[in-house]
T-cell receptor
Framework: GAGVSQSPSNKVTEKGKDVELRCDPI?????LYWYRQSLGQGLEFLIY????????KSGLPSDRFSAERTGGSVSTLTIQRTQQEDSAVYLC?????????????FGPGTRLTVL | AQSVTQLGSHVSVSEGALVLLRCNYS??????LFWYVQYPNQGLQLLLK??????LVKGINGFEAEFKKSETSFHLTKPSAHMSDAAEYFC????????????FGKGTKLSVKP
């Protein structure tokens, strides 16, 4: 079946511009995660959605970052007023139930470059 | 707080040799541990996971890992390396109190020489 998809695969933007990154999880998965992968910081958790519950935003690095999940499916990560330190690969993952032992399935990522 | 340490950012082995990638964890509660693999320009794929059912966990592609509480370790091994094993490997922990979000180690890049 279809896996997690993300778009765009690559995004180049200028400092100060806003960007939106999209994630389509596996159909039927209730849990959705965003992670950031950068050379300096490795893989970092950003935000977690579980069904219709309020998201866990504890990993968001600043208030320039926000995310939403519409209809319990597609998610959009928005970065406002991008900075060069936002350059990274943004990975989305989904899992069936979101439990601590549930396997997370990752998308291929969006590579963001801020000039 | 939970954390994971992977010893060795780069490991190089010859084809057919033993693969050993090291992971140590820190957790105040019984941890759930994962190994993921990332091939170039791809997302992460689960190799195996420890969920307290058995200390020796077998995964895909011939990999296995052993949970050792006394050593706080979860090292990944494979008896015989293939060229196709060249990738980056990440150890991660997820524990009680988290929402299932994973805390990753820095990763180990495995090279396989012919």
């Amino acid at each position: 079946g279809a896996g997690v998809s993300q778009s765009p695969s690559n995004k180049v933007t200028e400092k100060g511009k806003d960007v939106e990154l999209r994630c389509d999880p596996i159909s039927g998965h209730t849990a959705l995660y965003w992670y950031r992968q950068s050379l300096g910081q490795g893989l970092e958790f950003l935000i977690y959605f579980q069904g219709n519950s309020a998201p866990d935003k504890s990993g968001l690095p600043s208030d320039r970052f926000s995310a939403e999940r519409t209809g319990g499916s597609v998610s959009t990560l928005t970065i406002q007023r991008t900075q060069q330190e936002d350059s990274a690969v943004y990975l989305c993952a989904s899992s069936g139930t979101g439990g601590v032992v549930d396997t997370q399935y990752f998308g291929p990522g969006t590579r963001l470059t801020v000039l | 707080a939970q954390s994971v340490t992977q010893l060795g950012s780069h490991v190089s082995v010859s084809e057919g040799a033993l693969v050993l990638l090291r992971c140590n964890y820190s957790s105040s509660v019984p941890p759930y541990l994962f190994w993921y693999v990332q091939y170039p320009n791809q997302g992460l794929q689960l190799l195996l996971k420890y969920t307290s059912a058995a200390t020796l966990v077998k995964g895909i592609n011939g990999f296995e890992a052993e949970f050792k509480k006394s050593e706080t370790s979860f090292h990944l091994t494979k008896p015989s390396a293939h060229m196709s094993d060249a990738a980056e490997y990440f150890c991660a922990v997820s524990g009680i109190g988290s929402q299932g979000n994973l805390i990753f180690g820095k990763g180990t890049k495995l090279s396989v020489k012919p």
